[in-house]
T-cell receptor, first 116, second 115 residues
């Protein structure tokens, strides 16, 4: 079956512009995660959605960052008034539910964001 | 607060030898899971192995094994018989069982396998 897909694969924008990143999870996966990975660094947790529960937004770095998810489908991560420090690869992952702590996350290929 | 520490920014290993990548963690939860991922230069994240905090046996998956020392809060990855294709970034991650399934990642270790 299809894996996690993300679009666009690359995005170059000017400082101050808004950007919207999209994630299509694996069909049937109720959990969806967004991470940020700066060049040469590890993954920073941004936000987590699980079904209809309130999302865990504890990783969002500022109020310029927001994310939405409709049901158990597509999610969009929006960054308003982009800054150069927002340049990074944004990774999305999805997982099924019911396996307890062990629910393997399947990652998308990422969106490389460059803010000029 | 949960925390993952990988103290080796880079490691070299000779092909066909074994290598251990270190990971220590900090959590106040009794229930948690530990994961290792591989990230080749292509950027994809590949799940390697999982260890639950209540698992009594160390996890193994093919050439990968996890040396889990709960009292020391360490979860080192052992790769046996290294191959050139093992050259990549390796990330240790942890998920706590209570209050959701937020996962945090360490800074990673870059492994270089020499021919």
């Amino acid at each position: 079956g299809a894996g996690v897909s993300q679009s666009p694969s690359n995005k170059v924008t000017e400082k101050g512009k808004d950007v919207e990143l999209r994630c299509d999870p694996i069909s049937g996966h109720t959990a969806l995660y967004w991470y940020r990975q700066r060049l040469g660094q590890g993954l920073e947790f941004l936000i987590y959605f699980q079904g209809n529960s309130a999302p865990d937004k504890s990783g969002l770095p500022s109020d310029r960052f927001s994310a939405e998810r409709t049901g158990e489908s597509v999610s969009t991560l929006t960054i308003q008034r982009t800054q150069q420090e927002d340049s990074a690869v944004y990774l999305c992952a999805s997982s099924s539910w019911g396996g307890g702590i062990y629910n393997e996350q399947f990652f998308g290929p990422g969106t490389r964001l460059t803010v000029l | 607060a949960q925390k993952i520490t990988q103290t080796q920014p880079g490691m070299f290993v000779q092909e066909k030898e074994a290598v251990t990548l270190d990971c220590t963690y900090d959590t106040s939860d009794q229930s948690y899971g530990l994961f290792w991922y591989k990230q080749p230069s292509s950027g994809e994240m590949i799940f390697l192995i999982y260890q639950g905090s209540y698992d009594e046996q160390n996890a193994t998956e093919g050439r990968y094994s996890l040396n889990f020392q709960k009292a020391r809060k360490s979860a080192n990855l052992v790769i046996s018989a290294s191959q050139l294709g093992d050259s990549a970034m390796y990330f240790c991650a942890m998920r706590e069982g209570g209050g959701g399934f937020k996962t945090i990642f360490g800074a990673g270790t870059r492994l270089f396998v020499k021919a």
